[in-house]
């Protein structure tokens, strides 16, 4: 049996290869939309949502492979999110991963219909076939579209812009709006990815119960790392008090699901330990 972290490793080099083979079966290669779909999905990106889903299904002893269609619909959704939080009427953000960002390597228009592209294909992705009973493969979806939809990760953005705008002084509420704003705007689809996995296997409520409380945190976790790492983020202070919080949290929950999920609790200490 491979060590859990070369397994880790041949499952996301087996999605950036299905991401390479969707990319050759979409558009006219001239096009720039063509262009800039391959640039937002075939770049340095973790694969994460993808590789929570896949890890809990292998761990709860089923073929991923049979589901990398869903896994690659799962990426397709987080990367139009980022395309669309970096719109200059959004985030306005000019870089991401150390690269100009989707509409400044290309323009706002093509960025908007990339992230327009990518919202349906995932949808797309996550519809075809699956070798469980179609009724649970729409439970999936289902829940897929209300956690990436207008009440969570939507919802999130727009609290996020509207925290922005108002420029008021950070005051005692400060960091429940931001965990308010990380647990719709990014754990949703942490959420999303792990909740998918235990759909298609009617994971008894226990585990579920345990699993979902798990990604929503790790996505909360995920954020808050990802707040520090941004340069003059104001309030650091707080935000590495929480974070401090969260992550034992995590550590509490990791260790009452002990080994039964290997796979998914080695991703998600790399994920606590990344520094970038």
């Known amino acids: 049996m491979l060590a859990a972290n070369s397994e880790l490793n041949l499952i996301k080099t087996k999605i950036d290869k299905g991401l390479a083979e969707l990319c050759e079966q979409s ?63 959004l985030d306005n953000d000019k870089s991401r991963r150390g690269q100009p960002t989707l509409h400044v390597k ?44 207008r009440n969570n990760l939507i919802l999130g953005q727009h609290l996020d812009l509207e925290l922005q705008k108002s420029n008021r002084a950070p005051n005692s509420n400060y960091i429940d709006e931001i965990v308010d704003i990380n647990l719709k705007k990014t754990a949703s689809l942490f959420q999303a990815s792990i909740n998918s996995a235990l759909i298609a296997f009617e994971l008894d409520t226990s585990n579920y119960s345990e699993l979902n409380k798990l990604a929503r945190i790790v996505g909360l976790h995920f954020q ?53």
């Open 27 to 89: 558009l006219p290669a001239n096009l720039d939309l063509a262009k800039s779909i391959q640039y937002a999905l075939l770049g340095s990106g973790k694969r994460l949502r993808p590789l929570l889903f896949l890890t809990t299904i292998k761990d709860l002893n089923h073929n991923y492979k049979d589901f990398m269609s869903f896994a690659l619909g799962l990426e397709c959704l987080h990367s139009y999110s980022l395309i669309h939080d970096d719109l200059p009427a």
């Open 224 to 276: 808050f790392k990802d707040d520090l790492f941004e340069e003059n983020m104001p309030n650091s202070a707080r935000i590495v008090n929480q974070l401090s919080k969260v992550e034992a949290e995590l550590f509490r929950l990791c260790n009452s699901l002990g080994c039964d999920f290997r796979l998914l609790l080695t991703l998600i200490k790399q994920i606590i330990k990344r520094t970038y």
């Open 106 to 149: 290309y323009d706002e228009a093509t960025a908007i219909l990339a992230g327009d592209a990518l919202l349906t294909l995932s949808f797309e992705l996550a519809a075809k076939p699956l070798p469980i009973a179609p009724s649970i493969q729409l439970k999936m979806i289902s829940q897929l579209a209300t956690l990436a939809g």
